[in-house]
């Protein structure tokens, strides 16, 4: 399928969204200069496209080819560099754009996945991995245990988004119709995931028997 | 040489091993769900290989790419999340599986590398890259200095079986019985240093005399 | 352009310093094994390069099948792991050694970047990511939050002296003089950053207001 200026439209839209709030919640959580900020922003925005596009062997990566995206992704990191105190009353806004980010990111990643030869079930976790990817890269420098592995309701929606990709693309169905209805049916389950609190069952908080691994990160 | 039922067996049993190790140590440090669970130890039991196969250009990466590693690595952390605290009276058992899987996976590395025109030196460093990657990166996801770094007896014997696979390999007699004995070395070396409470020699202790670096990482 | 003589002898002192200093890094702030600090000084000098060869699709990566590059780095690995305290006196000299691989390493990696296709941006990109990538992972590796995101006056030099090698190979009078004045140009901003402790501007200071978030890497 080749790009649609629809789709790449939501694509550039998910990116900006991606750069601005991969900066914010590292400037919210560490000090940084104007490089960091610019570095995380864009390692969040393109970081889960670079990993899916080393996978699949389509290198360089893609998004790190392409100006429109790098520049994109900064602009968003810049924004938050400048305004990241204003912006604080705009984070319900942050999160509607930040979740159409994940919901095209899902569904062009499983669907370059498959363009690439690979499977259905290793389609549906690369989908995952350039949606979440970038994220992890970002807490991983900004040394937090990844929020994804914890306690977002953020995988979930992701892979749904993926799977329907992979299956309507096997149904031979797939075009932008179904990329974009995979893309809403993300969507509409992370903002219900938000609006209702959703998670995924968790480990049981444990009394501390092991100090020395758990008692500094046995918080999380 | 083509992959036997036997490696084959030990392959998988070592995959299993690593994810369910892989997650149980993820769990027993940080607070985690599902998702994150299943992330770690799929990380654990295929990261390594995936980094090699990434250096070798030998991509997708094979694991990623065979349901049955993807399947067994699953199932291995599955019952690291429902079964996390009844597991602690296997520990011994685990870490003789886990040694398994440390031992395969020097000799299965050390050998592809060579397959894809490697060098020696370098081919063994791909042989311990391959079974220590995994846990280097899980323990980078939870937050921890790579356990590998600072104190176990895990690398060395990575080291030494890649390094008689790759003996074996230039001397002409790779096969199925040389890749048992590579593989046997490493694992009773292993033993040998879990039993002996083996290690690498550490740098000092340091006194604080730089504040602002030693002060929280310095009792690791 | 092939390799000089006078390049590859700055390519190789670059690498042992970076080997030297960044193995130095790691020993001060964690507690690490030989292997440890083997590990971390070679990740250190040839991390960068080796992103940099994964993202151009330059398979297997130069310096990692280089063994003299190997062996240069762990040889400063070395140096650092036995000497690492009568080694303090000497913190000037090793700074100025760490700017010559930053300057040779940014001019190198943008250099290959353009070789391979890549447009001018990247190259610059990736010239840095040459530069600081090894740093980075490093840091990442012992748990810190890598400084060249926080406070080092270390990316942009070496953005600068990749963006010289660019305009030099643009304007067709790429060779080993424009080389040298790229590196020299670097080096130069680099040691004139540390004279005057210049900075990129940080983000404001922030007051504790979202307690989970920032209590523990506030004050970095």
């Known amino acids: 399928m080749t790009q649609t200026p629809l789709l790449l439209a939501l694509d550039l839209t998910g990116t900006f969204a991606f750069g601005l709030n991969g900066a914010l919640t590292a400037v919210r959580a560490v000090r940084l200069d104007l490089v960091g900020v610019l570095t995380l922003g864009v ?6 496209g670079i990993v899916r596009d080393v996978l ?7 998004t790190f080819n392409a100006l429109g995206y790098l520049g994109v992704a900064a602009a968003g990191a810049l924004l938050a560099f400048f305004l990241s105190l204003p912006l604080e009353r705009f984070t319900a806004l ?3 754009f930040d979740a ?9 990643g ?7 030869g690979l499977d259905g079930v290793q389609a549906v976790l690369l989908g995952a991995i350039t949606a979440v990817g970038g994220g992890t890269m970002r807490d991983v420098l900004i040394r937090r245990v990844p929020t994804v592995l914890s306690s977002d309701f953020y995988v979930v929606p992701a892979l749904v988004g993926a799977a329907v990709t992979v299956v ?8 932008l119709a179904s990329a974009l209805v995979a893309a809403a049916v993300c969507f509409v389950i992370r903002m219900l995931g938000l609006r209702f609190n959703l998670y995924v069952p968790s480990t049981p908080r444990r009394t501390s028997r092991r100090g020395e691994e758990a008692s500094e990160d046995g918080g999380e």
């Open 43 to 48: 390692v969040t925005a393109l970081g889960g």
């Open 100 to 108: 159409v980010g994940l919901s095209v990111f899902c569904v062009t």
């Open 168 to 175: 309507a693309e096997r149904a031979g169905i797939y075009g």
């Open 94 to 96: 942050i999160t509607v």
């Open 56 to 62: 699949i062997d389509s290198l360089p990566p893609a």
């Open 110 to 116: 499983a669907s370059k996945a498959l363009e690439f």
